[in-house]
């Protein structure tokens, strides 16, 4: 089949720019700097009234193709599907810009990958196609062509002349339940009749007496369940010879044939997504009924697959695919195949489309209704749209933002709102790095994978209190509670609040909020001792947006002490004296010193190697002093910077592109409207949505974006 999956001509084509739809408007006059800064931009909103019309109507830029990456892939097949494999997971690892792997500018394609794509529909298209009652077939083996363990050949049958058995070696098409009937008389001799058994492999599967004479052969039957399609023995088997010289009686068995009829109902659990996609069924035979069921099925299975309806030309090149089915001896569900595989194999699924009506043109025009239901689906969901969703963008209503307002919240309330704690909170709050982080045996031999297991799932359950709006998110760095199992709870020092991943209080503890979660002090630490650089970096890249310049070439890294000479904080301190280094070193290490009095798995300790801790410093960009994490995340939540920088993260993961020069006012009244509505994560995603840069783009400013 992988041959014929080309033959159509609609697998994978070009992936770089998608011809525009006739009759799109061609105005191509840019927008200038000094327009925009002309555009009003509202007043701040109450809370009453924020995002509920975006007051910034600026320039919404434009997304790359987007191509699908291993995330948004398996959540798409296992959506449409109904599939529980992961095959993206084999796929190469995909490239991350600005934090986040579904950036669609760095999310390449490769000739491996095509391959791994071609494999992995072969077998996904085999999985929903699974026929769990297969057509029922029949196997006769006659008598006199098989071979007894006695006996011979008599006329059409095989006579047992004395106890031995005659059997059939069988291979089942598919596992499952089988009539197995044979066809046999007897030379009747002796107070009883020929005593004859049915035998699977040598065992005995059901016995029978053969009253028949040759004149009036008997049919007998058993069913005979094969556990797999590996070959087996099916024989019929003469038990009860009898012979006596004289006078002469000699009973006999003759088998006339063995034959095998089935499967016998279904052969496997239903298949209700073989059900989903074969909306109709042809007339077996007839070339108009299945040519115009395969229409149907590809029209229905296509809009799913491509996430919008399929044109006339497009359902007609697909469904066409059953000819070349039948050009090579193949039947229906073949061509049906070899469509959906074309269907997964194209561009229309493996990336997300979006056309400008003149691809050079910076006049900006919304999304069509179901390009807008695909970018909310795979911001909120990592995956393709539901059926609610389609019936909106089919309906023609997206656009409005009482519907998207509405669509927002039904989804955020939808299980599978649990991505954006996986894949955005995960790659944000770099949770997605604990499971792999190298930790020292030696070092830190208490620390067990169910430890490892425990700081993960505590931050991703404390991101989705405040993804649900129960908390707002001023209080993310300091809150008085968490999430802790038992293992937790006695790592931290506080009470078990009972069986599993429970609320707890962290009043009167060492902890309060983000940053003094152990996830997060684990990852940005080395191996075997804690860093205050990647801890300071980590807060200047993911809660100010103010990520220190490169570091200088061939900088030595710190020297590895046998016996430690000063803390941590002091041997940086002298390692940072060269005033190529200072620059940047003032603005992380202070940051990364409040932090010290947690270990690289995010223990706390009241010294380091035995020498004092310091953990004091100054606030970049400020005066304002702090000694501790506690005091750090305090100052850190009253920053303006730091609800700008939660919405640049959220917008950039939302739009799958990095913010530009021209997002700024869209970024600034996103913040400002979100601080004015209390800053509760619901709001933030709503404002997002709404904004013209989320349903609106353009086309590509020549050598910009």
């Given amino acids: 089949m992988r041959a014929l999956a080309f033959a159509g001509g609609v697998a994978l084509g070009c992936v770089g720019r998608v011809s525009p739809p006739a009759g799109a408007s061609t105005d191509a006059g840019a927008p200038t700097s000094a327009s925009l800064a002309a555009t009003p931009v509202a007043d701040a909103a109450t809370p009453a009234d924020a995002f509920t019309i975006p007051p910034y109507p600026l320039d919404p830029g434009r997304v790359t193709l987007h191509r699908l990456n291993r995330v948004e892939y398996n959540a798409t097949v296992r959506d449409l599907l109904a599939t529980t494999r992961a095959p993206a997971d084999d796929f190469p690892v995909d490239d991350r810009g600005y934090g986040f792997d579904n950036i669609a500018d760095v999310l390449t394609l490769s000739e491996v990958q095509m391959e791994l794509y071609l494999g992995a529909t072969e077998t996904l298209v085999d999985e929903a196609l699974r026929d769990p009652s297969p057509p029922s077939t029949a196997h006769q083996y006659e008598g006199e062509g098989l071979t007894g363990t006695v006996g011979a050949a008599t006329g059409n049958a095989w006579n047992l002349w004395s106890n031995g058995e005659l059997p059939v070696q069988f291979t089942p098409p598919y596992a499952g339940t089988y009539h197995v009937t044979v066809r046999a008389w007897e030379d009747a001799a002796g107070p009883a009749d020929a005593a004859m058994e049915l035998r699977l492999d040598g065992s005995v599967v059901r016995a029978f007496n053969v009253p028949n004479v040759a004149a009036s052969p008997g049919e007998f039957t058993a069913d005979v369940t094969f556990t797999s399609t590996a070959p087996v023995s099916v024989a019929a088997a003469f038990t009860n010879d009898y012979y006596v010289a004289t006078p002469r009686a000699d009973r006999n068995l003759y088998v006339d044939w063995i034959r095998i009829e089935g499967p016998v109902g279904p052969v496997g659990p239903p298949n209700p997504t073989r059900d989903a996609i074969l909306v109709c069924t042809p007339t077996a035979g007839d070339v108009a009924s299945e040519d115009a069921c395969a229409r149907r099925i590809v029209a229905a299975f296509g809009r799913r697959a491509w996430r919008r309806p399929l044109t006339d030309d497009e359902v007609a090149g697909l469904a066409g695919l059953l000819s070349t089915a039948r050009a090579q001896g193949e039947g229906f569900e073949t061509g049906i195949a070899l469509a959906m595989q074309a269907m997964l194999l194209s561009h229309n699924f493996l990336f997300r489309v979006e056309l400008d009506a003149d691809p050079a043109s910076w006049v900006t025009h919304p999304l069509t209704d179901h390009e807008l239901a695909s ?49 955005f909170a995960g790659q944000w709050l770099y949770t997605r790095s604990v499971a792999d982080h190298d930790v020292d045996a030696a070092t830190f031999p208490g620390f067990d994978p169910a430890l490892r297991a425990s700081f993960a799932a505590e931050t991703g359950a404390y991101f989705g209190a405040f993804l649900r709006g129960e908390v707002a998110m001023d209080r993310f760095l300091t809150a008085d509670f968490t999430y802790v199992d038992d293992a937790l709870a006695r790592y931290y020092g506080i009470t078990a609040p009972g069986t599993g991943l429970r609320r707890a209080s ?94 690289a798995v995010g223990a706390w300790r009241d010294t380091d190697s035995g020498f004092a801790i310091d953990t004091t410093g100054t606030l970049p960009g400020t005066t304002r002093a702090f000694d501790g994490a506690a005091p750090l995340a305090a100052l850190l939540a009253q920053d303006p910077r730091l609800p700008r920088c939660v919405a640049q993260q959220w917008f950039t993961y939302a739009l799958g592109r990095g913010p530009e020069d021209y997002d700024t006012r869209t970024l600034d009244g996103l913040a400002r409207d979100w601080s004015a509505a209390g800053l509760r994560l619901p709001d933030l995603v709503t404002g997002i949505v709404l904004s013209e840069a989320f349903t609106h783009r353009r086309g590509e400013i020549p050598g910009g974006h």
């Fill in 375 to 423: 970018r909310l689906s795979y911001f909120l969901w990592s995956s393709m749209p539901d059926a609610a969703l389609f019936a909106a963008a089919d309906a023609g209503t997206l656009q409005q933002p009482d519907v998207l307002r509405a669509q927002v919240a039904r989804m955020l309330a939808d299980p599978k709102a649990r991505s954006l704690t996986d894949n």
């Fill in 506 to 599: 962290l009043a009167g503890s060492r902890r309060g909020g983000l940053l003094t979660q152990a996830s997060l002090l684990l990852v940005n630490s080395h191996a075997d001792r804690t860093s205050p650089v990647r801890r300071g970096q980590w807060v200047l890249n993911q809660l100010l947006c103010q990520p220190p310049p490169p570091p200088p070439p061939d900088v030595p890294p710190l020297p590895t002490e046998t016996m430690p000479t000063g803390s941590l904080r002091q041997r940086f301190e002298a390692h940072r004296a060269s005033p190529v280094c200072a620059s940047c070193h003032a603005q992380m290490d202070p940051l990364g010193f409040a932090f010290e009095h947690f270990d």
